[in-house]
């Protein structure tokens, strides 16, 4: 039991088919953002979900192809967990929903929400639950993320960055070869009011009010001080490291919240690492959220650029502030 550890068994990843240039924003609000979005955040284009497609449809899909990775069969599945802030439904869970699709009929279900630090979040949740208890052995992770569907399309600072789609990880149990070494979970929680959807819950149903204010729907309240990630990311990457007895320069690839390009450069000059070290997504799929580092997990796995043996990192963070740490021999 005290090596037991759950290595990366497969990765998937699926976006939504319909494509949106930075040139339509340029329509949409009358003024030049495809410069700025090139060159300062190298955002080309992003996918966004049809008015037919939901949250669970991505997790779904994404689910099949981390599944067919690993060769996994629906039926092995001990348990899913569904990171996302833009659920199926308020409730029931939208892991529940996905369990049903993919029958997978041996698996609990549950949902978490820590913003776009979710997936980091879950990983360490599926991960533990593996190293404790030897009945579960097979885990799907998946983080979603389906922010469109809550974008005030008037809104210059959030409708040109936030996007669609999904990644998924199986997570199987081994005997400590590979797996996860070091996690950290952190909140700083007076960044709460900050940014998030404000409306819709308990605090505030739905009504007439909530409508005509648009408060259902994403916003920026206040600008984050540009060096809050840079300084947090880099420090945990210290820490898991330190944790580990490794060097950050061991590190094969980094797998960082994928909001700000420029931040993850920081993030990168400060512990002394070249940038190509990172993976990058946000050129082609914008800002998937809880998504953007299962997704490219998946790129780099799919590309070859990651092998077993190697260590790899994440670092995710999002609303609330909630940032996340996971270390991983892969």
Known sequence: MSNRNAQIAGTGMYVPEKIVPNSYFNELLGEDVDTWLSENVKIYERRWTGDDESTADLAEKAARVAMSDAG????????????TDTPEYVSPSTASVVQHRLGAVNAGTFDINTACAGFVTALDMGTKYIQSDPQYKTILVIGAYNMSKYLNMADKKTVTLFADGAGAAILKANNGESG???????????????MGIYSG?????????????????????HKFPKELNPETWSRLIKELCEKASINPKDIS????????????YETLDIVGVDHDRAEYVMHHYGYTGSACIPMALDQANKAGKIKRGDYIIFIGSGGGLAFAGALFKY
Do not use: C
């Open 253 to 264: 690839r980094y797998f960082i919240t994928q909001i700000n390009i420029n931040a993850i």
């Open 180 to 194: 996860m070494l070091a996690s950290a979970l952190e909140t700083k929680g007076e960044y709460a009011d900050w």
């Open 201 to 221: 819950g308990a605090h505030e149903p739905i009504s007439d009010k909530v409508l005509a204010e648009k408060t259902h729907l994403l916003q920026f309240v």
């Open 72 to 83: 996994v069969g629906a039926e092995e599945l001990d348990l899913i967990i569904i990171s």
